[in-house]
């Protein structure tokens, strides 16, 4: 800026008019120049530079606590609310209450020193003989001791009329598939003692390849025990008429030495009988009779 003001004060200078002199330029066209130059200098300093506003900052999120990790359930395999490591029975929603494993030591028809069977719980409680039962054991015995635990266990107890708590037995005559058992023989009665026990085994074993025979032997049973029961069925002894004993015909079979007597009220003897052997004995008991006596000769019935 300052060589061009220079250059027109000399201009000037050099002309006492104020005219430019040839070949130089006219005050005008300096002026011009000048307020042309002031406005390009005024635009060299150029607008203010224009600050770009920063972006707004993303919110931060909340911090969030890491949620603390649930305790995993204990075991539960039959789902009844029971953890397994307390539940004595973790494989039965029911719970019901089993016998521990029952060792029997069986004699069979190939070994005659006997085998080892173990008889578990079963479905419900009833005993899973099933193992046993397949080697046919003529006779079994229980390896220590045994207490009652199931409900069916205590269900044939009570059928059995033992006094004992020990249902051993039951569990050994249920193991046993003698083909020899009596009470599986045909035609065979049981007794009145015999009765209570059969069926007791009948209620922990009902599937025993004898159990059909058993029922039979106890129908035919307990029809004695009614006619026992009525005084027409008895054995040896002396027997009141009308009392103790039904008048009636009666007979008994395969008898050795047998003797009977009818008798007055005095014991004076009305009618006797005596055989060394016979198939069949037939009396007829009267009414009018006092007593009857007999010996060795079995059970009399009635006669059909």
Known sequence: MRTTHQHMAAALAR?????ARPGLPSISTLLLGTLMM???????GGAPEEKTAAPPASPTPPVTASPTPSPTPPSDRDGDGIPDSSDTYPDDPKNIP????????????????????????????WPDFAEVWAAKPSSCDIIGSLNIVTAVEKQAYKVSKYDDQDISTLYEICAAVDPEDVYAEAGFAA???QIPEINAALILCPKHPHAKKWRQAVQRGQADADL?????????????????IKPGTYVTHDVQGCYWERQNSSGNIIDNYFTNGARRVQVTIRSSDYAFNSENCGEWRPAR
């Open 98 to 125: 089993q016998q521990a494993p029952v060792n029997l030591q069986c004699g069979t028809a190939s070994l005659s020193r006997g085998s080892f069977f173990t008889v578990y719980g079963g479905k419900d409680g």
């Open 191 to 193: 007794s009145s003692e």
């Open 228 to 244: 026992e029961a009525q005084g027409r069925l008895f054995g040896s002894g002396t027997y009141r008429v009308g009392k103790e």
């Open 15 to 19: 002309s006492p008019h104020g005219w």
């Open 38 to 44: 002031a406005v390009a200098l005024a635009g060299c």
